[in-house]
């Protein structure tokens, strides 16, 4: 996921001092800031990785998992902190952040990183929820726009160089510390976040923790799409294992997914339902493609990481422009079209993405069709927010802002198992073997063009 939103949360808490809010909010930029270099610099770094491990079979296992761990923890975060506060929250989710990349930097084989990206994963859910919620609970109401636009802006940086400095670490020093930089960072900045989150009122409402039911229909789906992504590593003919795992995989994801979001997202009922279920869809098209496109650029066109990692700053690069684009629009009739321009021309690129299977085809025409492809998504993703918002009643924007994020962490771990699977059945057919998974994701976003029909509420249509 590019960015993440939220909305402001009413104050249940006592204002802090200013000098505190500003620590609050130098700490959270600083936090925000590693998680989105550990995802772009993971991205462009993993290629060259299992090349050195000797570990291409697990390419998609290590890629996704972070995404399926997450989603187990982001469902947990939210009763967790209503019971207890942000502070265990936070540190829990940091520690393990903190463990799991010092494991994958230390890993003598791809079997670890996997480890340590799963942990990575855990930790990475446990983190976003509360930095919100100290916003929400101790940042007066008139100062809350600004620190929420903070941490959305403290995404850019990172997903400008993450891709440049991943290339050089491989390149220069070691693709170790492309896990490495994090910790040491982290290893600096935790004491200082304690003694700040010390100073911190005390939750005043400590009970025990409610609310759960989200949280293990999560873990249910997080283990489906986990076996998925296991089952992607047996390249060529799938045998009694591989069925087995596929099977478990997609019985698990298909009964606890719907109940993770709004009744009827999955038979894309009109309203909201439809704009949950195509943002998650277009936001796992863009992540399953993405990270195949360091690993095709590598493999088949020679590039080094530097220059392979670029693709990753030109889809950053188009998504702000079309973000900052899309907020200056004010027509409602033009407001309506942005999904369907902005799944669109998603698809626009991803279809100039696939020649570059070919060797006899540039990887140019990779940075120009994911320049456009991230162009439409980062056109399309606010104003979906902003529409599933203003059909939702102003009591229930908490309850669709959650199933948001849940529709955009289940969408990535889901397609790009998917997508790994394609992969590994089209082991044999040599460089074309790339594209499978990219050709299933260009007919699944057809079907999202389709669906941009769907987001409008019945009484609206016609």
Not at 81 to 109: E, H, M, Y
Not at 132 to 138: A, E, I, P
Not at 209 to 224: D, E, K, M
Not at 276 to 283: D, I, M, Q, S
Request: overall charge positive; glycine content about 10%; charged content about 10%.
């Amino acid at each position: 996921m590019k960015a993440m939103t939220s909305v402001p949360m009413e104050n249940n808490e006592v204002p802090v001092s200013r000098n505190l809010e500003r620590w609050i909010l130098i700490l959270a930029i600083v936090f925000i800031s590693l998680a989105a270099f550990q995802t772009m610099a993971a991205t462009t770094a993993m290629p060259y990785i299992v090349e050195i491990l000797g570990g291409k079979h697990l390419y998609a296992l290590a890629a996704g998992i972070v995404f399926a761990a997450q989603l187990m923890t982001t469902a947990l975060a939210g009763p967790w902190v209503d019971a207890r506060g942000p502070k265990p929250s936070f540190f829990t989710g940091a520690t393990l952040a903190l463990v799991g990349l010092t494991i994958a930097a230390l890993a003598p084989n791809i079997e670890m990183i996997v480890v340590g990206r799963a942990l990575q994963g855990f930790g990475s859910g446990l983190l976003v929820v509360p930095l919100y919620v100290l916003v929400g609970n101790f940042i007066s109401k008139e100062r809350q726009p600004r620190y929420f636009a903070a941490f959305a802006t403290a995404w850019v940086i990172p997903a400008l160089v993450g891709p440049f400095l991943a290339g050089l670490l491989v390149e220069y020093l070691s693709w170790r510390w492309v896990f490495g930089f994090t910790p040491i960072v982290f290893f600096f900045i935790m004491p200082l976040a304690w003694t700040k989150f010390k100073e911190l009122p005390a939750h005043k409402n400590r009970q025990p923790i409610r609310a759960l039911n989200v949280f293990y229909l999560a873990s249910g789906a997080s283990v489906g799409i986990a076996a998925l992504l296991v089952a992607s590593s047996n390249k060529g003919q799938p045998d009694l294992k591989t069925l087995a795992l596929l099977t478990i995989g997609i019985v698990l994801v298909t009964v606890f997914a719907p109940l993770l979001l709004p009744e009827g997202t999955f038979r894309a009922q009109r309203g909201v339902p439809s704009a949950v279920l195509l943002r998650g869809t277009a936001n796992g098209c863009l992540m399953a493609v993405e990270i195949y496109l360091p690993l095709i650029l590598k493999e088949i066109h020679g590039w080094s990481a530097t220059r392979a990692g670029f693709v990753l700053t030109m889809s950053a690069v188009s998504w702000a422009l079309a973000s900052q684009l899309q907020g200056r629009i004010t027509d409602e009739r033009r407001r309506n079209r942005i999904p369907y321009i902005g799944v669109a021309m998603q698809l626009i690129g991803t279809l100039i993405v696939f020649p570059a299977v070919l060797p006899s085809v540039t990887g140019i025409v990779v940075l120009i069709g994911w320049f456009i492809a991230g162009f439409g998504l980062g056109y399309l993703y606010p104003a979906l927010t902003v529409h599933a918002l203003a059909l939702t009643p102003l009591q229930r924007h908490g309850e669709v802002s959650a199933a948001l994020q849940i529709a955009d962490t289940l969408g990535a771990a889901f397609l790009i198992g998917l997508a790994g699977i394609a992969y590994a059945l089209s082991a044999g057919l040599g460089t074309f073997s790339y594209g499978i998974p990219i050709l299933l994701i260009i007919i699944i976003l057809f079907g999202a063009v389709a669906l941009t029909n769907r987001i409008q509420p019945a009484d609206n249509v016609g």
